[in-house]
């Protein structure tokens, strides 16, 4: 019989950041990207994953039901004062468990390494903001780090939508009012939330993650009518941001939808989170400034991703930062290493890398 609280328990201890429960397997934590076995565990058996399963869903019928039907189900959980992202899935008919910890006290914003550009243009009073990245890319803790920050030094409403709630806001000069989205939860969908904010005089509205056409839609509709909204998606570069936005639409409405993200798309923000040289997790940032030049290729007939990479690269004085000046500068500071830097990069942008950095280190030793 599986002892779940010691499995979580020993979670907590070893400052893990996920748990896979998978059904003949060991108990599984993730610690800075390394998977580990759970000592003095057993594999997992059929009955095992039925009692993790009754654990989690502690009787709860509207719970229960989603899982049966569509044999997937997200939910918040705590343990011992930890808050927990549950996903159940199934495979060979058969309960699957990925648990996210999530840290009770955010980290300070300063020491996630967030660009100062970014913290300026959330100040802004309206526009389309966007945190985007792949999985476990340290979006979610960058946008609460976000929201803190605006927490802390705006008065503001802010409304948030996620799936689940992970971090809970207490509110400080601004107003927070935090909604969890799912049957039987505050909102049925994304998208719902958001077209219902209009009518909540909120002044920021953050979007845990927009996934379909429906909460782009609403997005937009919130952003054009005076807002804030702040919100992420799954892509791994500022200029697929924009190509996933743009692909939303059938390709009759893509021309009326890249004149309103020229104008109401502030910036994007893409991220990636390696293994540094000391063990920890050292953050990747690419940051897009929407400028007139990034507007105007937004608005081209066919969208090209080497010319929005191109503008990012010499952007800088805007306030943009490519990802092969981000991955030059960690380099240079010692905090990753060249393999690690050539391996985020497609092989036609290694010498503007190997460049890049020539150039770091001169100006470097020049300072020194």
Do not use: W
């Amino acid at each position: 019989m599986v002892n779940i609280d010691y499995v979580l328990q020993q979670a907590i201890e070893k400052d893990a950041s996920d748990v896979h429960l998978i059904c003949g397997l060991k108990p599984m934590i993730r610690i800075i990207r390394e998977l580990v076995e759970v000592k003095d565990t057993s594999i997992l058996t059929e009955e095992d994953m039925t009692e993790i399963y009754d654990y989690f869903i502690r009787g709860n019928i509207d719970k229960d039901n989603v899982y049966n039907e569509t044999k997937k189900l997200d939910m918040s959980f705590e343990f011992e004062d930890i808050r927990l992202r549950v996903n159940i899935s199934c495979s060979n008919d058969v309960p699957t468990f990925t648990l996210r910890l999530i840290k009770g006290e955010l980290p300070k914003y300063e020491t996630l390494g967030i660009p100062d550009v970014v913290k300026d243009i959330v100040s802004q009073p309206q526009g389309l903001i966007l945190v985007t990245g792949k999985t476990n890319s340290g979006k979610t803790t960058t946008l609460n780090a976000l929201i803190d920050q605006i927490n802390t030094n705006a008065n503001k409403k802010i409304l948030t939508l996620e799936n689940p709630v992970e971090y809970r806001h207490t509110s400080k000069k601004s107003v927070i009012v935090q909604k969890e989205i799912g049957v039987g939860k505050d909102c049925l969908s994304f998208s719902d939330g958001v077209k219902n904010s209009l009518r909540e005089d909120c002044d920021i509205v953050v979007i845990g993650e927009i996934r379909d056409k429906e909460t782009m839609d609403a997005a937009i509709e919130i952003a054009e009518s005076g807002h804030l909204v702040i919100g992420t998606l799954h892509t791994k570069s500022c200029a697929e941001t924009l190509d996933r936005m743009i692909n939303f639409y059938e390709v009759r409405d893509q021309s009326s939808i890249k004149y309103l993200l020229s104008s109401l798309l502030k910036l994007v923000l893409s991220q990636r989170l390696i293994k540094g040289t000391d063990g920890k997790l050292v953050l990747i940032p690419e940051v897009m400034v929407v400028d007139n030049i990034i507007s105007g290729l937004i608005r081209k007939e066919k969208l090209g991703v080497s010319e929005v990479e191109d503008a990012i690269q010499s952007g800088s004085e805007k306030g943009n930062i490519s990802l092969i000046n981000s991955l030059a500068k960690l380099f240079v500071q010692d905090r990753i290493t060249l393999d690690q830097a050539k391996a985020q990069l497609e092989n036609r942008n290694i010498e503007i890398l190997n460049r890049t950095i020539m150039q770091m280190k001169i100006k470097k030793d020049k300072l020194i």
